[in-house]
């Protein structure tokens, strides 16, 4: 459900969301792959991203699929495959899923939302690849 997330942020999005967006990226921006904290920012962007998509529903579905993340079995699952270069590029990603949805905020005729979209598929293809151990 996040690339649809994305979309309806993208042409949703109020200019306060867009800066709670941007706020849960520059937190991410500021720690590290070995810093813990970084899955709580990692949940505060998607989280806003959901609030950002206008639509009730969508906050809730998000909520629950993200509650298993903090079961210490995902944790370290996660940790298994994960590492400063993975979380660079989800950093990457997350920067280009918020530029389509500024984007969007202000010219819905862009086209932005399915750029949205687009980016948050890369992002899911990726994620999933890296936590079943296939490299893409």
């Known amino acids: 459900i996040e690339p649809d997330i994305a ?3 993208a042409r949703n999005a109020t ?17 590290s792959a070995d810093d813990v904290r970084r899955i709580e920012y990692d949940r505060e ?5 959901a609030e ?10 998000f909520q629950a699929l ?5 079961q210490p079995l995902y944790r370290r699952l996660e940790d298994h495959f994960h590492n ?4 660079q590029r989800a950093i990457i990603e997350h920067r ?12 819905a005729e862009t086209g932005t939302p399915d750029a949205a979209r ?6 899911d293809a990726l994620s999933l690849g890296l936590r079943v151990g296939y490299r893409f």
């Open 66 to 70: 993200w509650t298993p993340r903090a």
């Open 7 to 9: 979309a309806l942020a």
């Open 96 to 107: 280009e899923i918020l530029e389509a949805v500024k984007l969007g905020d202000a010219k």
């Open 45 to 49: 962007f998607h989280y806003q991203l």
């Open 52 to 61: 950002a998509a206008g639509n009730s529903a969508l906050v809730l579905a």
């Open 15 to 31: 200019p306060g969301h867009v800066a709670a967006i941007a706020q849960a990226l520059a937190d991410m921006v500021c720690c």
């Open 84 to 87: 400063e270069q993975v979380y």
């Open 118 to 123: 687009a980016e948050m598929e890369d992002n």
